[in-house]
């Protein structure tokens, strides 16, 4: 049995201290909120993000980030991405070296461009940092149907040990050494879901959705490659099978925020509607400048760009994206002739 440390009360957050808990592991979940520690102490349950879902009392819900924070084997940063920095910074003082911190949030950080474990390896330089990753939504796992991740590390026998952890008969890891690969395309997807969101609130259909995915996939992965990252990363879980499950599900906030963009909501309009955190929306201006930076073509997170914060029509950016100019799908495989 791991004493495991949740520090983060979201959806997210709650969904894998049920999990582990559920595992047989010793659950400690944190939130800096003190009316979000109130009603889950209360109702055992987030009848807003998880309706229906208890918290078992096993789990000892607190605000109190030292006692989160009393050598705990593991340590889960279940913040939004937004938050990441401050929440690293909080906990920081608590750390010891060596501490295992397992990020489970996706996004990349506007102005440095950082990665979310980036970023916690520069406020926590002691701290062995990883990753999990995947197509898993909290509504799904937190209510135990079969779910398959990927969890990363910078070591081996680190993967190997929270491989041990989560796995259980409704929740399989697997293991890379890919952490850049993971976290990108775990952040990326976002931006490529408002795409997809938004050609289904203009009534498109699943051949349109289709393209985005594949032509999404083929964006991220070439970004990803220039940056150092792994090819083979963006076909498994993290790449392809996030994508997918974001680009199509019903419990994902970024393909809801781009349905409602897609049905004329603003941004802002579309976020208050969907009252969570849309990583998608603070993703993309970053994935832009990375694409910039390295010099690497992303039509379709350009287009997302201008109908966030250039005020494009939706119908106008599925336009401008079929009426490029001619291509090759892939330009590695040689003809014949």
């Known amino acids: ?191 490529i879901a408002l795409a997809a969101g938004t050609a289904d609130g203009l009534g498109y259909g699943d051949n349109t959705k289709a393209a985005l995915i594949t032509r999404g996939i083929a964006e991220i992965g070439r970004l990803g490659v220039k940056m150092g990252a792994k090819a083979e990363t963006f076909a498994g879980l993290s790449g392809i099978g996030d994508l997918i499950v974001t680009c199509a599900s019903v419990h994902s906030r970024n393909r809801k925020a781009g349905y409602l963009m897609g049905k004329g909501y603003t941004m802002k309009q579309a976020m208050d509607e969907v009252k969570m955190v849309v990583e998608g929306v603070y993703s993309a201006k970053a994935a832009k400048e990375l694409a910039e930076k390295y010099e690497v073509e992303m039509p379709i997170v350009d287009e997302v760009n201008k109908i966030l914060f250039e005020d494009k029509s939706a119908a106008d950016a599925v336009i401008d994206l079929m009426l490029r100019d001619k291509k090759v799908e892939i330009s590695s495989l040689p003809w014949k002739e």
């Open 1 to 191: 049995m791991a004493k495991i440390s949740v520090m983060g009360a979201g959806s997210w957050g709650t969904a894998l201290a049920i999990l582990l808990n559920n595992n047989g592991h010793q659950v400690i979940l944190w939130s800096a909120l003190g009316d979000e520690v109130a009603l889950l102490r209360e109702k055992r349950e987030n009848p807003a993000k998880l309706p229906g879902v208890k918290i078992p009392e096993g789990i000892l819900i607190t605000k109190d980030e030292k006692l989160a924070m009393d050598q705990p084997d593991v340590v889960i940063l279940a913040v939004p991405s937004p938050f990441t920095r401050s929440t690293s910074k909080r906990l920081a003082p608590y750390v010891r070296q060596g501490q295992i911190i397992v990020n489970v949030a996706k996004g990349i950080e506007e102005k440095t461009l950082m990665t979310l474990s980036e970023i916690i390896e520069q406020e926590i330089p002691c701290a062995d940092v990883c990753v999990l990753s995947g197509p898993s939504h909290a509504e799904e796992v937190s209510r135990g149907l079969p779910t398959t991740c990927v969890v990363s590390s910078h070591k081996k026998a680190t993967a190997d040990y929270l491989q041990e952890i989560f796995m259980s008969p409704v929740f399989r890891v697997y293991t890379t050494p890919d952490i850049l690969g993971v976290e990108l395309g775990g952040a990326l997807k976002n931006v």
